[in-house]
């Protein structure tokens, strides 16, 4: 499997960005994909998931997140999106997406590169 992450850059408070997620691969070997975070000194911390392989798309997301984080996906373009709104300095880190097994992505295939969010004014 791989993946390639894009989309981090500079964004201020309160702001907004959309992450993206190119995954391929057989779907044999996975069956959903993760967003991932690891601040400077911390662990990296799991964001939320989504189902690519089921209908609904179910999605799951950490509580430091909820209700500013918004995973979709789009199967025809191999595409799984990370929008976070409401900006915080905490949520500045190395996003990464991962392909997993499981519906809660706690079991990873495969890692994709980071892509760099800074929430800065």
């Known amino acids: 499997v791989q993946l390639q992450a894009s989309g981090g850059g500079l964004v201020q408070p309160g702001g907004s960005l959309t992450l993206s997620c190119v995954h391929s691969g057989s779907t044999y070997d996975f069956n959903a994909i993760g967003w991932f975070r690891q601040a400077p000194g911390k662990e990296r911390e799991r964001v939320g998931c989504i189902s690519i392989s089921s209908s609904d798309g179910r999605t799951n997301y950490a509580d430091s997140v909820k209700g500013r984080a918004t995973i979709s996906r789009d199967n025809a373009k191999n595409t799984v999106y990370l929008r976070m709104n409401n900006l915080k300095p905490e949520d500045m880190a190395v996003y990464y997406c991962?392909?997993?097994?499981?519906?809660?992505?706690?079991?990873?295939?495969?890692w994709g590169q980071g892509t760099l969010v800074t929430v800065s004014s």
């Open positions: 991962a392909a997993s097994i499981d519906s809660r992505c706690r079991v990873i295939k495969g």
